[in-house]
């Protein structure tokens, strides 16, 4: 069966991947809209970038709009200021939070409306060049046909799809991680995780998704743990950084399953940072459907060499779970209620959880048949 595989335009990566970008950069348009947060700012990520432009004779003005996940009045305050500022293309400069506002700033920058009418549809058409330049190594969405972006009167995270959203370019240099704290290391990295991982054990993995993501799996538990307590170790900065590079690509066109189904409503009732959210989830969700991919989850225990070659796929894949749960354990993720959220609270918002979680189609994607009442066992079991 033939498959489709789709990535960003072009990529630079590694050390000194913004300076070789430039030339490409300048060739986009005349004047940037940078997207933005203000904790980029105040580091200096954003003179960087801006000074990059200014050498290439490239305008731009900064939109430093993007407070926290991105939502609707985001992006539409995104758009006041590319048609305020008259900008011809746009350009991320953060975690996935910039960039998928990005992505979507373009949508309405072309279309019109708002973000929110394009739930549940798919994005077609033209959209500005958009250049991707993540400082976390974790989302991936420098490299997916994909943003999520929260619809504030529905309380629902949207996952938005579309070839159009796929960025031009992708900088990943890794100097832009060098700063990001353990706690954001730690739940990016176990993202990106979660992407590899799912995207390998997912019906809609094929060959060119396994190699990366059994790469990124490798690469992460080995470099993770160094970048969480050695946050200047250069060298594992830019390792993670590839490695959340390979796993976008990987879950951008093998998807995800159950993890990132069940994350998004927890994210988007509760405000937990879509990292946080995931790992939290992962071992119990890994735990529930490992039988029906064993052979899967058992490749991945033999990658990261928790589990010999000649162990039964079961022992194999149950020790990787074991291993992601060490990690996460490492990595000191809260459960939901060491997060903060009330046990009651939590319960009572499970069925609407388990409706926007199926809804998302993530679960789907799941080798094992997942019903309600199986997404309502996980959340149960989370919370306990």
């Given amino acids: 069966m033939a498959n489709q595989f789709i990535m960003p335009g072009q990529i630079f990566y590694g050390e ?75 350009v991320a400069v953060g975690g996935g939070s910039p960039i998928d506002t990005m992505k979507a700033i373009g949508v309405v920058a072309m279309n019109g409306g708002s973000i929110n009418d394009w739930y549940g549809r798919e994005i077609t058409g033209s959209l500005p060049p958009m250049v991707a330049i993540p400082t976390t190594s974790g989302t991936g969405s420098e490299a997916t046909q994909f943003t999520i972006i929260t619809n504030t009167e529905a309380d629902i995270k949207m996952l938005l799809k579309g070839r159009p959203l796929m960025p031009d370019m992708a900088v990943d240099d890794p100097r832009f991680t060098m700063t990001a704290p353990p706690a954001i290391t730690a739940a990016t990295g176990l993202d990106a995780l ?55 690509i990987a879950f951008n066109n093998a998807s995800v399953t159950v993890i990132h189904g069940m994350s998004r409503p927890i994210g988007a009732l509760f405000h937990v940072p879509h990292g946080v959210s995931n790992a939290m989830l992962l071992p119990a969700c890994f735990a529930y459907v490992y039988r029906e991919a064993a052979d899967r989850f058992a490749d991945l225990g033999r990658a990261v060499k928790v589990a010999g070659p000649a162990e039964p796929d079961l022992d194999a894949a149950e020790k990787f779970i074991r291993a992601c749960e060490e990690l996460c354990r490492f990595c000191h993720i809260p459960t939901p209620v060491e997060y903060g959220i009330g046990r009651v609270d939590f319960l009572e918002k499970i069925p609407k959880m388990t409706q926007d979680a199926l809804a998302s189609g993530s679960p789907a994607n799941t080798r094992k048949q997942l019903l309600a009442e199986d997404i309502e066992m996980i959340y149960r079991k989370v919370l306990s």
């Fill in 16 to 90: 000194g991947a913004l300076e070789q970008a430039a030339a490409s950069v300048a060739g986009f348009g005349r004047k940037a809209l940078v997207v933005t947060d203000s904790v980029m700012v105040r580091l200096g990520n954003i003179d960087t970038v801006t000074g990059m432009l200014e050498k290439t004779g490239v305008g731009f003005a900064v939109f430093d709009g993007v407070t926290g996940e991105p939502t609707d009045k985001m992006v539409e305050a995104g758009r006041k200021a590319w048609e305020r500022e008259n900008c011809d293309f746009l």
């Fill in 194 to 248: 979660c992407h590899a991982a799912e995207a390998y054990t997912s019906r809609k993995a094929q060959p060119m998704t396994d190699t990366l993501a059994l790469s990124a799996v490798k690469r992460i538990f080995e470099y993770l743990p160094i970048c969480y307590t050695k946050g200047e170790d250069v060298r594992a900065r830019t390792q993670m950084s590839l490695a959340a590079l390979e796993a976008g």
